[in-house]
């Protein structure tokens, strides 16, 4: 069955972005979810615009949005968790120019429900397993295979499952080509539940979980868990294997931890605050987004605070054990709902409110006077550093589009006497608030001008030959 809709403007406001290689090429692209539709979209590495080169109505909510390559494959695939109770994988078909349809796999009712998984998904940096989770309870992995016609499959979901348990978050560790690990922010919340005094919700704390995947036995265990001073919101993979140590990034409320597996020691960071800041000082710092780009040789994270301040972290290594967390001031940007670093240089920001971003990231920030902050420096228990906000240095802004969201206040009235209502709305935040119209129709551009002699008075069209079409 074959849905015809007609939207008069398609949403702005983006809640997801991912980037890979779908069409199969050396170029990236970057693909972004407007809530209800998928966009694909490919910044020209000459121009530096981004042009759209498919648009897709899902009819549905979009939950997560998550790309994944096959060991071996020339092209990313792309995971939709959803709130159709489906994990559902799409290819893109330079071709035709379409999102196919892969596999679809049917698992739970429909709608946002907490114990429904979709609100969360990770997947194997090797791309071997993928993790779909709820918010409450209930997770599922699917192990992506091949046929033998080498077309992508999927097996039947292993149940990782534990009751009375909060999920916050989900990321997949590199672990080379061991068992798939995934790592998950959770709470339990059993004896809180049965606690009738309510101490217990002061002691209860937020806990770190690792899920192994054994291919040998086919089923998921719980490895190993560990319980965290600071309560956390997200989790980052650190590239493991050859590229790097592994393990996770933790950012948590004014701390940023490094945490892995084994032997490796926990090495803990402050999150630098602006100097002479406007906010409440007692107000703890949080990191809302960050972007991994990795390369032969090297690979960092930007990470981005809830002020829109981004940072540059590295970790000093030892031989195969972490010693150092590096933070370091990069710029400022408006605060991220996702962000995309691209192999040809490229940021790419998708603003949670206002218009979105292109950046050329024309240094790396190595070379100016900026000051480094370290985990090795002392610090009293409580403390933290200092930065200075300043003019973008190492970003260049090569492209804008435009974003209504979020949309504040509407009033229709025909101020500009035009016979036809328009629209005034109120959009944006802060500093970055505008007032915007929006009229009915279609922009028309002018292609040509032609001196018409004496005062016509009406216009025909003619046919270019007797059995032609017409033209004006």
Known sequence: MYLYNMTLQRGSGITHAIHGNFSGGKVQEILVSRGKSLELMRPDPNT????????????????????????????????????????VILEYLPSKNVLDKVHQETFGKSGCRRIVPGQYLAIDPKGRAIMIGAVEKQKLVYIPNRDAEARLTISSP?????????????????VAFDNPIFACLEIDYEEVDADPTGEAVQTTRQTLTFYEVDFGLNHVVRKYSEPLEEHANSLITVPGDKDGPGGVLICSENYITYKNQGEQSDIRCPIPRRRNDLDDPERGMILVCSATHKTKSMFFFLVQTEQGDVFKVTLETNEEFVT???????????VASAMCVLKTG??????????HYLYQIANLGDDDDEPEFSS?????????????????????????????????????????????????????????????????????????????????????????????????
């Open 48 to 87: 530096g615009k981004v042009h759209t080169l498919l648009t897709v109505e899902v009819f549905g909510i979009i939950r997560a949005l998550m790309s994944f390559r096959q060991s071996g494959g020339t092209k990313d695939y792309i995971v939709v968790g959803s709130d159709s109770g489906r994990i």
């Open 158 to 174: 292993l149940e990782a499952n534990k009751s009375n348990t909060l999920v916050y978050h989900m990321v997949g560790i590199d």
């Open 324 to 334: 150092e967390i590096r933070l370091k001031y990069f710029d400022t940007v408006p």
């Open 346 to 355: 490229f940021l790419f920001v998708a603003s949670e409110f206002g218009n």
């Open 376 to 472: 090795a420096m002392p610090l009293e228990e409580g403390d933290t550093f200092f930065f200075a906000p300043r003019q973008l240095r190492n970003l260049v802004l090569v492209d804008e589009m435009d974003s209504l969201s979020p949309i504040m206040a509407c009033q229709v009235a025909d101020l500009a006497a035009e016979d036809t209502p328009q629209l005034y709305m109120a959009c944006g935040r802060g500093s970055r608030s505008t007032l915007r119209v929006l009229r009915h129709g279609l922009e028309v551009s002018e292609m040509a001008v032609s001196e018409l002699p004496g005062s016509p008075n009406a216009v025909w069209t003619v046919k270019r030959r007797a059995d032609g079409i017409e033209s004006p």
